[in-house]
Structures are given as C-alpha cells and as structure tokens.
Nanobody, 115 residues
Framework: QVQLVESGGGLVQPGGSLRLSCAVS????????MGWYRQAPGKQRELVAD???????RYADSVKGRFTISRDNTKNMVYLQMNSLNTEDTAVYYC?????????WGQGTQVTVSS
C-alpha cells in the first residue's frame, strides 16, 4: 500500500525557514518524478517544485530562488528547504508524484507564516 507521510511544518515568522520531509513507501521510488504541492485556504492545490530521479528540478515562479527540492533515493525521502518565507507561503504542503499527483494523498503538513 502506497503511503506518503509529510512532516516538518510549523509556525514561522516572515523571512524564516523550514525544511519539510516526505517519506514515500512505494516500489521503485527512484523511478518517479516527485513533487511538493501546496494548498492554501480557498485555493486549488498547486505544484511548487518537482525533481526527477536523476535530480533535475523545476520550480514554480512564486518559489524560485527561495525553495530547494531534493531527494534521497536510498531512503525513499523527498525534502523541501524553504527560505525567505512570506505570508503567501502559508498552506498545507503535500508530496506526491509529479506532475499529476496520481498517488493517494497523505495528510500534508501545515506551514503558517505569520508575525
């Protein structure tokens, strides 16, 4: 059974940083392009970053230069380093395969940016 377990969210002040982690229980994890998605209140879920099995990355314009996605294929883990956070980054963050999010969604991890 596929499981996605996100962690690392929390409350942070504007300008702060957080590192999110996602544990992925799926066979042949290394073959999948993985992504981080987020859903803010009243908005649709959006893909903010993804990474291929070989480490090539893409970012949404809104996070480019501030967020860094990475993965560890030996541990079936995906990470999102978020720097220079602002209030518009407040959302529930999820990981899933990219770009369609075709696996069952995990519970996500809440990120709140507020002073």
């Amino acid at each position: 059974q596929v499981q996605l377990v996100e962690s690392g969210g929390g409350l942070v002040q504007p300008g702060g940083s957080l590192r999110l982690s996602c544990a992925v229980s799926i066979n042949i994890f290394s073959m999948y392009r993985m992504g981080w998605y987020r859903q803010a209140p009243g908005k649709q879920r959006e893909l903010v970053a993804d990474i291929t099995s070989g480490g090539s990355t893409r970012y949404a314009d809104s996070v480019k230069g501030r967020f860094t996605i990475s993965r560890d294929n030996t541990k079936n883990m995906v990470y999102l380093q978020m720097n220079s956070l602002n209030t518009e980054d407040t959302a529930v963050y999820y990981c899933n395969v990219a770009p369609w999010g075709s696996l069952a969604w995990g519970q996500g991890t809440q990120v709140t940016v507020s002073s």
